[in-house]
Structures are given as C-alpha cells and as structure tokens.
Nanobody, 122 residues
Framework: QLQLVESGGGLVQPGGSLRLSCAASGFTLDYYHIGWFRQAPGKEREGVSCISSSDGSTYYADSVKGRFTIARDNAKNTFYLQMNSLKPEDTAVYYC???????????????WGQGTLVTVSS
C-alpha cells in the first residue's frame, strides 16, 4: 500500500517560516518525482514545487520562487518544503504527492497525502 503523510502545518504570521514534512510508506521515494501542491478554499489545486528523481532538477510556481525550497532525504524516505517569507495568500491546505510533477499539474499525480493546513495571518 502506497501512503504519504504530511505534517508541520499550522498558524504563522506574515513574514514567518514553516517547514512541512512528508513521510512515505509502502514504497521508496528514490524512484519517484515528488512534489507539493496546495488548495485554498474555493480554488483549484495548484502546483507549488517538484523535485526530479533523476537529475535532481527542481521546479517552482512563480508565486513561491525565492521563498520556498523543496528537498528530499531518501535515507528517511521523507521530503520537505521549507517556506520562508510567508504571505497571507499562501494560506491553503498543502498536499505532498509522488509522480510526474514537473509540470506542476495535479492531474498527473496518483499518490497523495491527506493534506496539512497552513494559515498565514496576523
């Protein structure tokens, strides 16, 4: 059984930082492209970031470039999203996912975590 579990969400002030984690079980992350997506209330799910399983290339949505960083720790079968300089518009449920995420299109992903809520507010 393939499973991803997110953690690390919460309430943070604008300009603050948060680190999300995604732990995999039932499969090895080494062989997968892995990424982060988010969905705000009433809006479509959007891609945030992706990291390749092959050459390590990273991809970021324009809205988060320079602020967010994706990383992986294959030894722990876990990957992360470091979020800095958070803005209120970053408020959303964040999901980790495994699959062909380089286009940041959620429709291509098949293995998803349950989501973790990030709220950016003063």
């Amino acid at each position: 059984q393939l499973q991803l579990v997110e953690s690390g969400g919460g309430l943070v002030q604008p300009g603050g930082s948060l680190r999300l984690s995604c732990a995999a079980s039932g499969f090895t992350l080494d062989y997968y492209h892995i990424g982060w997506f988010r969905q705000a209330p009433g809006k479509e799910r959007e891609g945030v970031s992706c990291i390749s399983s092959s050459d390590g290339s990273t991809y970021y949505a324009d809205s988060v470039k320079g602020r967010f960083t994706i990383a992986r720790d294959n030894a722990k079968n876990t990957f992360y999203l470091q979020m800095n300089s958070l803005k209120p518009e970053d408020t959303a449920v964040y999901y980790c996912a495994a699959g062909p995420c380089w286009a940041l299109n959620y429709r291509y992903l098949e293995v998803w975590g349950q989501g973790t809520l990030v709220t950016v507010s003063s």
